[in-house]
């Protein structure tokens, strides 16, 4: 195997995205994305048993795009990298034994991957992120904020093959499906955060105060004495708050100025992930901050997290939309470096883990 | 002709099988086998236990002439466990993929165990794979007949939910009807075969149905799955596809119009 630029087959099955890329090193061959997300718009959001069925059925296509694309060979590759959590239990099932019959049936080895170090992965991809001249490396001092459907976190990246650890998280609701909850009781379609997106750019954000999850001072706390959540989030009172605030307009009669609710709303999660977020980068010696998953593609977050950043000299970095999203080049990309700094592949024992903890890079 | 057998539709299991794909009449070598007993660790032991059927797999894998999937009915994940490692395995091996009801497995414990009275060596193979090549079938050569297992006989597996997974059979092992999902209260006045009747064998009972204790605790095996696969093949028969066989719809359920608080 090419331990120096090897070529590294990523796939991807944790949530409603079936990915597969292909990533040489640093460079990105393919990234091949079917999603099921149609099939989940009349239930307003992942059904995660209609999600694995359309893992299953997708798999070999996929694949068989994604060496297309690349212009490559199964035998070509040097080894294979598979989301392994977090994410949903049945849909990595599916992806992991596709991984695991790839790998048993080439005997090449396989990486059983952290899907959120993956998110992080993907900046190792875009030049205007980790630039050649810096031999290939991700930034010191790193951080990452992520925002989707299905997680919300900020993360400290020491080392990307070696050393990762969660800072903060939700401990309720991702942000990205409060959108979609929201997005729901406002009559808007599914997926929730591109409708509230656009609808929220004729509202004021400042027209409904509703409430910043876990900013009081007891769950706070202070530089030295930190409270038991100074870096997480909450969303499920936010999305109860809306929920009343529309009722409340309905039980009087009124007219539910929606543009304003979503505003207000989007206005409401927004603040509470960027400040925390900065919060978190000031108090760990971050300087540079990688935001990923799909609820980068809002526009009033890259806006806030823009200002934010570049008021306490912070370097954001946005890697292009269909490298935040799920997909299997951040998987291949990181399966990449574990292979570069010579980590051991996995045993093609292991098992999918829904809730695999950020400080296990891979199994 | 070489198979590779898999199937996960209630426990793990894999097995390699050869047989003369010409002569209907011809025994099936089972050459290694292997199948757990539980069935909730499919994620973990079905990859090693394929692996473990093979010498190489890498070399052995493309030389094969097919693989036949079991495509359920059987709890849905670990049933897609095997389905996507069978489809897998066959685009990198490039390999003719074929999938077989996974009921079909219990008919043949069933048809071949009456006859030679083995209903406890028939198929609920446990622990490590098995290297030691068996000769089965090779039933009445000549006749190219299927055993007889006296009558119609149903085979059932546990569905959850207090429901099996059921079909009906004739006593050559032709599939009369199903498969099909349900409360075992539905089947009447019929010998019941598999870990289905076990599980519900006071109700089966009452309903007039004979359950046999040798194979009230069978679960289909990738072992008999391949013995029926091949038998369709020396016949003829067409296997069919992989499409998995949920007869259950997802359990989503589209979201009713939100209450208006007026
Ligand atoms: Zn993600």
């Known amino acids: 195997m090419s331990q120096a630029n090897p070529l590294i087959l990523g796939i991807e099955s944790s949530c409603d995205e079936t990915g597969v890329g292909l990533v040489r090193g640093t460079e990105l061959l393919a990234n ?30 996929t694949l068989e795009q994604a060496l297309a694309d690349a212009g490559v060979d199964l035998d070509d590759v040097d080894a294979i990298a598979v989301t392994s959590g977090p994410g949903l239990a049945g849909a990595l099932m599916v992806g992991v034994s596709a ?35 810096h031999a290939e490396a991700l930034p010191e001092d790193l951080g990452a904020l992520l925002v989707s ?19 903060g998280a939700t401990i309720d609701d991702a942000a990205g499906e409060a959108f979609d909850k929201v997005a729901r009781l406002l009559g808007l379609a599914y997926p929730g955060g591109p409708a509230i997106d656009k609808l929220a750019r004729d509202g004021n954000a400042r027209a409904i105060r509703f409430p910043r999850g876990l900013t009081v001072p007891k769950y706070m706390g202070t530089v030295d004495a930190p409270g038991p959540h100074r870096y997480d989030f909450s969303f499920s009172g936010l999305k109860t708050a809306v929920a009343r605030c529309v009722e409340g307009y309905e039980a009087r009669g009124e007219t539910v100025p929606v543009a304003d609710v979503a505003a207000s709303f989007q206005e409401a999660v ?7 977020a900065v919060l978190a980068c000031l108090e760990n010696g971050i300087t540079t901050l990688l935001l990923g998953g799909g609820v980068a593609a809002n526009s009033r977050l890259r806006e806030l997290a823009r200002e934010r950043t570049a008021a306490d000299g912070i370097t954001l970095l946005v890697p292009k939309l269909s490298l935040c999203t799920d997909n299997g080049a951040m998987v291949a990309a990181l399966g990449a470096q574990l292979v570069m700094k010579g980590v051991a592949p996995s045993d093609l024992a292991f098992a999918p883990d829904s809730s695999m903890p950020v400080s296990s890079i891979s199994l | 002709m070489r198979i590779l057998t898999i199937d996960t539709s209630a426990v793990a299991s894999a097995a390699l099988l050869s047989f003369d794909a010409d002569d209907p009449a011809a025994p099936t070598l089972v050459e290694a086998e292997f199948a757990t007993a539980d069935t909730r660790s499919h994620a973990e032991v079905l990859a090693p236990g394929v692996l473990s059927l093979f010498a190489d797999p890498v070399t052995e894998g493309p030389a094969l002439d097919a693989i036949v999937v079991g495509v359920g009915p059987g709890p849905f994940t670990g049933l897609r466990s095997g389905i996507a490692m069978a489809r897998t395995l066959a685009f990198a091996w490039k390999v003719p993929l ?23 060596d028939a198929g609920t193979g446990s622990g490590p794979a098995s290297a030691v090549p068996r000769i089965v079938g090779g039933h009445d050569a000549g006749a190219g007949l299927p055993p007889s297992a006296g009558g119609d006989f149903v085979v059932a597996t546990d569905a959850r939910r ?44 009452a309903n007039g149905c004979a359950v046999d204790p040798a194979t009230a605790g069978l679960q289909p095996t990738a072992r008999s799955l391949g013995i029926m696969a091949a038998r369709k093949i020396q016949r003829g028969q067409t296997v069919g596809d992989t499409a998995p066989l949920y007869l ?3 359990d989503a359920k589209v979201p009713g119009p939100r209450k208006r608080a007026l």
């Open chain 1, 270 to 276: 927004l603040d509470v992930i960027t400040a925390k």
């Open chain 2, 248 to 250: 259950r719809e997802s």
């Open chain 1, 149 to 167: 459907g299905g997680h919300t976190e900020i993360l400290r990246v020491r080392s990307i093959a070696q050393d990762v650890e969660l800072l």
């Open chain 2, 98 to 120: 074929h999938g077989l009801m996974s009921l079909e497995a219990l008919a043949w414990d069933v048809l071949s165990g009456l006859r030679s009275g083995t209903c406890q």
């Open chain 2, 162 to 205: 207090n429901e099996v997974y059921w079909a009906r059979y004739s006593a050559v092992g032709e599939l009369l009807e199903g498969p099909v999902v349900g409360a075992a209260a539905a089947i009447q006045g019929i010998p019941v075969h598999g870990a289905g009747a076990g599980l519900y064998a006071r109700e089966l009972a």
């Open chain 1, 99 to 133: 991984a695991k019959a790839l790998a048993l049936a080439t005997g090449k080895p396989l990486y059983a991957i952290n899907h959120l170090v993956a998110h992080v992965g993907v900046g190792l991809l875009e030049e205007s992120i980790a630039p050649a001249s």
């Open chain 1, 32 to 61: 091949t994305v079917s999603s099921s997300m149609e099939e989940h718009v009349r239930f307003g959001g992942v059904i995660p048993e209609i999600a694995s069925r359309a893992h299953l059925d997708a798999f070999v296509p």
